[in-house]
């Protein structure tokens, strides 16, 4: 049994689980134990974070929309937002680059627990309770993909607006920008929505792992 695990997703975070995964639980069938707990809390509040980040950018630029704004002002909360989003985002890419061993290191594991049970017809059993959980993790990490692949243009465009501000933050400058910040709009509807289905497919994966623990 031959197993390619995908990139970057929730058990990316599971870093912790390494000092238990060499445990032997009395169920010859479970998954490796990990805590799952705490790696889901991380992992959803960072993703609640990110959708919270994105509303309270898609905020600023409405209020820069207002009549009689006090644009400095509303501008400067704008960059800030925009500023943090970008942290954000890199601090959870780098993250995720340093912890992919532990990807493999969790499923490899299960995979070699179940390629060592003896007894052919509960090798059957734990090889359909890995494959069931391996194409729920493999859902998610599509999910997670598609979140990524929508964040870069919405990322891109908010610092191209704020480019655009900071060379003349005017009411004039920011009605000419009316277009921009529909289209903005849009992409930021998409990414919440992409954002959304990973915390669904997180807790599914979190669930269906916790009840072979």
């Known amino acids: 049994m031959k197993t ?10 599971l870093a912790a689980a390494l000092p238990l995964l060499s445990a032997t639980p009395d169920d010859p069938i ?6 799952a707990a705490a790696s ?3 992992f959803r509040f960072e993703v609640s974070t990110m959708r919270a980040r994105i509303g309270l950018a898609l905020n600023k630029l409405q209020l820069l929309q207002k009549d009689n704004a006090d644009l400095p002002a509303v501008f400067k909360d704008y960059r800030g937002e925009v500023a943090e989003m970008a942290k954000l985002a890199q601090q959870t890419a780098e993250r995720a680059a340093e912890m992919k061993k532990e990807d493999l290191a969790f499923f490899r594991l299960w995979e070699q627990r179940t390629d060592a049970i003896h007894d052919p017809d509960i090798q059957k059993l734990a090889k359909n309770r890995y494959d069931r959980r391996l194409k729920s993790y493999r859902k998610m990490v599509s999910a997670m993909d598609e979140a990524r692949n929508e964040f870069g243009p919405f990322l891109t465009s908010l610092q191209d607006i704020q480019k655009l501000l900071e060379s003349d933050l005017s009411p004039n400058s920011v009605q000419s920008a009316q277009k921009f910040f529909r289209a903005i709009n849009l992409k930021a509807t998409d990414l919440q929505n992409d954002l959304y289905d990973v915390l669904i497919e997180e807790t599914r994966v979190s669930t269906e792992i916790g009840l072979y623990q």
């Open 40 to 42: 889901s809390n991380v």
């Open 4 to 13: 390619t695990v995908p990139r970057i997703t929730f058990f990316s975070l």
């Open 30 to 35: 479970a998954a490796p134990p990990t805590p």
